[in-house]
């Protein structure tokens, strides 16, 4: 397999995307919660995991279960990244 360059320029422009920054304040937001209800904490290794495939669209109200970060790494679909 032949690993290529990344190219960061443009993955710091798709994260500064608007749809972009409001899936992360959704991320951060889910994760909170966890944290708060006693489900997550700091330094735990694990992840907040919206149940059900929800790719497109708001995640707001989205059920979220907490998870290994490996489990949670592990069944994300692969995507890769175009150049452009």
């Not at 190219?7 to 993955?11: A, G, I, L, R, S």
């Not at 995307?17 to 899936?23: G, I, L, N, V």
């Not at 966890?34 to 904490?41: D, F, H, L, T």
């Given at each position: 397999m032949v690993?290529?360059?990344r190219?960061?320029?443009?993955?710091a422009?798709?994260h500064a995307?608007?749809?972009?920054?409001?899936?992360r304040?959704?991320r951060?937001k889910?994760?909170?919660e966890?944290?708060?209800?006693?489900?997550?904490?700091k330094?735990?290794?694990?992840?907040?995991?919206?149940?059900?495939?929800?790719r497109?669209g708001s995640?707001?109200?989205v059920?979220t279960?907490v998870?290994?970060?490996r489990?949670n790494?592990?069944?994300?679909?692969?995507?890769?990244?175009?150049?452009a």
């Open positions: 690993r290529k360059d190219n960061y320029e443009q993955e422009a798709y995307k608007p749809e972009q920054k409001k899936r304040v959704e951060n889910a994760r909170r966890a944290i708060k209800e006693g489900r997550a904490s330094g735990d290794g694990k992840e907040v995991d919206h149940v059900g495939s929800h497109t995640l707001d109200g059920p279960k998870v290994s970060k489990v790494r592990s069944r994300q679909p692969k995507t890769k990244v175009q150049n």
